[in-house]
């Protein structure tokens, strides 16, 4: 064995780092892709900001590499490789005229086999009947967590259907099947802005909503009931209760059976916390699982990504990296019961959804396939852009300047590519 860079006689490093991290403590570190798979090299921050940072780069021993791999990544360059292993596609096109302008592209939803849009007024089952929203006037100041507006839920039986304010503080509960408002929803102001409304319908009859930054509910969709009563509050001054949440709730996110929930928040400091939240449990009676919610985790000023389980126990969420300042696009896919890190898929960036264990990615350029065990693009839509999925009739859904443009995925088999 000869002597490396770093002066050990030892086993080379997986990956060269500048000299230097190897005898100081470098305040920030910089990641350099490779392009080769998710290869990367390790440089101090300045070194990585270099327009030719190669020839500072030396090989380490595997001590060395391991000791630098440890310093948190302020800061990325390069690019990972990015895999297009595109195959034809065979769903089918539809369009029709849709005399609708639904408020924004989050107010167009699946509900039952059809589609549901909300106008700024009413909520309107397309083909079908339309029902008139009684919310309070809600704020509409951009900020940089997201622009506030309203977003439709819908109950995949098309029964029941929420208007929730993103950014913002209140919504209002449907049952569509009687038409009739349930509920009027309201978090509270505090810091609202900051998530779009944690609001997720389940497949029991029910649905989860935020009461408070930091309380969820669960209640009745039929009839607007309170399910989890309990005391969530904690007074400045008096002991803090053990069950007491300081987590700012998130967009949420179901799991296909219902067995969990991704909640999408943060913590002060502030970073993004994507929290497992065990809905068989609250569901059976632990009266604080929303309490008891299980970081996947922990990125400095990010969240409100895009989330989709891609099985009943992985759930893929978008952007790789730790640090605002130092991420790439694509997903990391996480084991719910053991909470591991147990892929990652560079390259898919938009709205997402889960169909057949693939993801669908409504990205710049189209509609995007990916298989996240092929760790591929396998297909692509250029130009369309849906806004919405329904997986009950594996469609998905554009609706703009009055027309509902929809593709149908009609394989038998994943998305038969
Ligand atoms: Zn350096
Ligand atoms: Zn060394």
């Not at 000299?19 to 910089?30: A, G, K, W």
């Not at 497992?276 to 299980?294: F, K, S, V």
């Not at 990296?321 to 898919?348: H, K, N, W």
């Amino acid at each position: 064995m000869e002597m490396l860079a770093c002066g050990h006689v030892a086993k080379e490093g997986p990956f060269r780092t500048c000299l230097h991290l190897c005898v100081e403590e470098p305040e920030d570190i910089s990641r350099l892709y490779t392009g080769v798979g998710g290869e990367y090299h390790l440089l101090c921050e300045s070194c990585g900001k270099l327009d030719d940072p190669w020839p500072q780069l030396a090989v380490v021993c595997l001590g060395c590499a391991e000791r630098a791999d440890d310093e948190k990544v302020t800061h990325v360059s390069g690019q990972p490789e990015v895999r297009h292993h595109d195959r034809p596609l065979t769903g089918t096109f539809h369009e029709e005229p849709t005399y609708l302008r639904p408020v924004n592209d989050r107010c167009l939803a699946p509900s039952g086999d059809g589609w549901l849009v909300y106008t700024g007024k009413y909520l309107v089952q397309l083909g079908g009947a339309s029902y008139r929203l009684k919310m309070r006037k809600d704020r509409e100041d951009d900020n940089s967590f997201g622009t506030p507006g309203p977003t439709v839920h819908a109950s995949s039986d098309g029964w029941f259907a929420a208007v929730v304010w993103d950014h913002g503080r209140y919504g209002e509960a449907v049952n569509l099947a009687e038409g009739r408002t349930t509920m009027q929803l309201d978090r509270g102001d505090y810091r609202n802005y900051t998530t779009p409304f944690p609001f997720a319908f389940l497949a029991d009859g029910t649905f989860v909503t935020a009461t408070s930054w930091n309380r969820l509910d669960r209640v009745s969709s039929a009839t607007g009931a309170l399910l989890t009563p309990r005391n969530t509050e904690w007074r400045q001054g008096d002991e803090r209760p053990e069950n007491y949440l300081d987590y700012f709730h998130g967009r949420l996110t179901v799991s296909p059976t219902g067995a969990w929930m991704v909640d999408d928040g943060w913590v002060w400091a502030p970073v993004g916390i994507p929290m497992l939240i065990d809905l068989a449990a609250w569901q059976n009676g632990t009266t604080y699982a929303a309490e008891q919610g299980r970081s996947l985790t922990y990125r400095d000023y990010v969240w409100n990504q895009p989330v989709a389980w891609v099985s009943d126990t992985v759930v893929a969420i978008q952007r790789i990296g730790e640090d605002i300042d130092a991420m790439v696009d694509g997903v990391q896919l996480y084991d719910a019961p053991s909470r591991e890190c147990v892929g990652t898929v560079f390259g898919p960036k938009g709205q997402m959804w889960a169909v057949d264990g693939r993801l669908a990615v409504a990205a710049e350029g189209g509609l995007e396939f990916w298989d996240v065990a092929e760790g591929a693009r396998v297909g692509v839509l250029p130009g369309y852009r849906p806004t919405a999925y329904n997986a009950r009739t594996r469609t998905f859904a554009a609706l703009e300047d009055w027309v509902l443009r929809t593709y149908r995925l009609t394989g038998t088999e994943g998305v038969a590519l």
